[in-house]
Nanobody
Framework: QVQLVESGGGLVQAGGSLRVSCSAS????????MGWFRQAPGKECEFVAA????????SYDDSVKGRYIISRDNAKNTMYLQMNSLEPEDTAVYYC?????????????????WGQGTQVTVSS
């Protein structure tokens, strides 16, 4: 079993930066691919970024590519999402998720464990 807790959300002006974190419990973090998803009001959950258990392999949705950076520290059981050049369209609840496998996925259904989410609001 893996428990995930997000932190670091908040309110930021357009063009600003924010870093959200995801702390994981359990002994399987280092062998689990991790992902970030987001859901805006009235919209479906959408993929943001993912990272394999091998920290060298990452993937991003086109909407955030070049602005967001996903990373992980297996020694600290923590994953991060650095968000730069934020836009009002980035406003959403951001969720971290963990797979039972080491290879990441952009499909929400491929993740077995989810955090409670953290709100990110970007004002114009």
């Amino acid at each position: 079993q893996v428990q995930l807790v997000e932190s670091g959300g908040g309110l930021v002006q357009a063009g600003g930066s924010l870093r959200v974190s995801c702390s994981a419990s359990g002994r399987t973090f280092s062998s689990s691919a991790m992902g970030w998803f987001r859901q805006a009001p009235g919209k479906e959950c959408e993929f943001v970024a993912a990272i394999d258990c091998n920290v060298g392999n990452t993937s991003y949705d086109d909407s955030v590519k070049g602005r967001y950076i996903i990373s992980r520290d297996n020694a600290k059981n923590t994953m991060y999402l650095q968000m730069n050049s934020l836009e009002p369209e980035d406003t959403a609840v951001y969720y971290c998720a963990a797979r039972r496998f080491g290879l990441s996925s952009s499909i929400p259904g491929g993740y077995a464990y989810w955090g409670q989410g953290t709100q990110v609001t970007v004002s114009s």
